[in-house]
């Protein structure tokens, strides 16, 4: 067996491991799952992607206490509050997420779902071209520059939106559009979206996943930045080129064992 069947094998192996409603409990995309609208899953999502980082049982802690602030109804809350209720968000905090940042995401959120019903507009290129890109970049830069564009965007928030034209790896950019995009019959991933591809999917890329793709073979240099990204993609894209990205199932799931020492 050649070594790229094997290192398939064993990838397999672990997206099956992982990729399973099991894992919806403990990661924070429990988060969106806890509704049904798709208006609610967009927004539950979002912030649970924007506040993943940490400990996993903090965030989620944290993203359940922000949902319990908008009443457990996000959509309604983002579209329909009055400058009164935002009194219910003041004093949230993850890390460095402060309430100045979470009042620019609902103003945000309040703009856009006043003129489109799907946050996936919002990560859409204005071009033909770039939305067939064979990568979320061009989505990930417009996100960033129409997230940016209200006229009162806060200077210190932008640290929570990266973009590729900065180098970042998006990690949660790039978690957040495999839930939306991805869909498959094990329920984990949401597939609401249909005008992305998984094929065009970026494989979220940090620290843990460089690691343990150093280890097998997929990467070369131990950087965490938006080339390693793309190239970890491509790499994933000859096992996979429709769906790479479910490979972010077993890279994270062997990121966890080495970490636990496993």
Same mark, same amino acid.
């Given at each position: 067996?050649?070594?790229?069947?094997?290192?398939?094998?064993? @990838?397999?192996?672990?997206?099956?491991?992982?990729?399973?409603?099991?894992?919806?409990?403990?990661?924070?995309?429990?988060?969106?799952? +806890? %509704?049904?609208?798709?208006?609610?899953?967009?927004?539950? &999502?979002?912030?649970?992607?924007?506040?993943?980082? &940490?400990?996993?049982?903090?965030?989620?802690?944290?993203?359940?206490?922000? *949902?319990?602030?908008?009443?457990? !109804?996000?959509?309604?809350?983002?579209?329909?509050?009055?400058?009164?209720?935002?009194?219910?968000?003041? &004093?949230?905090?993850?890390? #460095?997420?402060?309430?100045?940042?979470?009042?620019?995401?609902?103003?945000? @959120?309040?703009?856009?779902?006043?003129?489109?019903?799907? @946050?996936?507009?919002? %990560?859409?290129?204005? #071009? /033909?071209?770039? =939305?067939?890109?064979?990568?979320?970049?061009?989505?990930? =830069?417009?996100?960033?520059?129409?997230?940016?564009?209200?006229?009162?965007?806060?200077?210190r928030?932008r640290?929570?939106?990266?973009?590729?034209?900065?180098?970042?790896?998006?990690? !949660?950019? #790039? *978690?957040?559009? !495999?839930? *939306? $995009?991805?869909?498959?019959?094990?329920? $984990?991933?949401?597939?609401l979206?249909?005008?992305?591809?998984?094929?065009?999917?970026?494989?979220?890329?940090?620290?843990?996943?460089?690691? #343990?793709?150093?280890?097998?073979?997929?990467?070369?240099?131990?950087?965490?930045?938006?080339?390693? +990204?793309?190239? @970890?993609?491509?790499?994933?894209?000859?096992?996979?080129?429709?769906? /790479?990205?479910?490979?972010?199932?077993?890279?994270?799931?062997?990121?966890?064992?080495?970490?636990? &020492?496993?």
């Amino acid at each position: 067996m050649s070594p790229i069947f094997q290192l398939k094998e064993i @990838l397999e192996q672990k997206v099956a491991q992982y990729n399973c409603p099991e894992f919806i409990e403990t990661d924070p995309i429990s988060i969106p799952h +806890a %509704f049904s609208k798709k208006q609610d899953i967009e927004i539950a &999502g979002l912030f649970a992607a924007i506040l993943a980082w &940490g400990n996993r049982k903090t965030i989620i802690k944290k993203c359940r206490e922000l *949902m319990q602030r908008m009443d457990n !109804r996000p959509y309604e809350f983002i579209k329909y509050h009055q400058d009164s209720d935002l009194k219910q968000l003041l &004093g949230f905090k993850h890390r #460095t997420f402060q309430e100045t940042d979470l009042l620019y995401f609902v103003a945000f @959120l309040h703009h856009h779902y006043h003129h489109h019903d799907t @946050l996936e507009t919002a %990560f859409l290129p204005d #071009t /033909p071209d770039a =939305r067939q890109s064979p990568n979320v970049g061009p989505h990930l =830069r417009h996100f960033h520059c129409y997230f940016f564009s209200l006229p009162y965007a806060p200077l210190r928030t932008r640290k929570h939106v990266p973009t590729p034209a900065r180098q970042s790896a998006c990690k !949660r950019l #790039t *978690m957040y559009l !495999r839930w *939306m $995009v991805r869909h498959d019959e094990q329920g $984990v991933d949401f597939g609401l979206w249909q005008n992305i591809s998984p094929a065009q999917l970026v494989c979220p890329c940090d620290v843990h996943v460089v690691r #343990t793709s150093l280890r097998l073979g997929l990467l070369q240099k131990e950087q965490v930045n938006w080339h390693a +990204a793309l190239s @970890l993609t491509e790499q994933l894209k000859m096992l996979d080129p429709h769906d /790479p990205v479910r490979y972010d199932f077993a890279l994270f799931g062997m990121g966890l064992e080495s970490r636990w &020492g496993n």
